[in-house]
């Protein structure tokens, strides 16, 4: 009999607010730091054509973002913000931000979410996890519709709380891409399973403690600084 409750206990899944403390887990070894700035490479591939695309985010608390449009020289000066679920574009062409969708996408498979947000928790409730040889499988729901992703199922190091992989569903239900992180989660690749072939590289560097004062984070501070 005791051998039967410990074999039912392994079976078991844990419990949602488990899975709350390892999201936790994941989100500081992302990025343990509460204002930051950190660099972002994109390269995407469709086919044999490659193009890519670099950026500034700047970071403060959870929820609060700012994407500053690098290269190529053509987007320079465009702006994204990012406060909890809400988006707006900024272009020097126009005369105000506009309201965009972070479900939009940026280049490739890279949507703008992916790129100005860099906390799980913010966005998702951990409803249930499981384990898989060494790692965390975390079921993870958006707490808000208009979040870019309705569902994410997240692999996760138990060793090092790092992320493995993550598969990505809409809320119609349908898994659109998968992500796999590499090199301490500072590098991701996307690949899109709508097209065959189509993916894209993430790749994080010079992450450090950055003084962002409050007024960045507004709209009327876009491209003004």
Known sequence: MKRLLL????????????????????????????????????????????ESSRFRVYG???????????APATEKGKFLLMLRDA???????TSRPIRISPLQRLMGQASNGDVARTNFAVDYNATAVATEDDQWVLDLAAK????????????????????????????????????HYAQHAQRVEIEDLLRTGNRTVMQFTNLAAHDNPEKMFTKDSLGKW
């Open 60 to 70: 403060k608390g959870s929820d609060r973002s700012v994407v500053e449009f690098v």
């Open 7 to 50: 074999a039912l206990a392994i079976a078991l899944p844990m419990y949602a607010g488990d899975g709350a403390a390892i999201l936790a887990k994941v989100d500081a070894a992302r990025n343990p730091l509460n204002s930051f700035s950190v660099d972002v490479a994109l390269t995407s591939t469709s086919g044999s054509e490659t």
């Open 144 to 179: 808000d519709p208009s979040i870019a992703y309705a569902r994410i199922r997240l692999w996760v190091d138990k060793k090092s709380s790092e992320p493995t992989r993550a598969d990505f569903y809409v809320v119609s239900g349908k898994l659109i891409k998968r992500a």
């Open 87 to 93: 988006m707006w574009i900024y272009m020097p062409a």
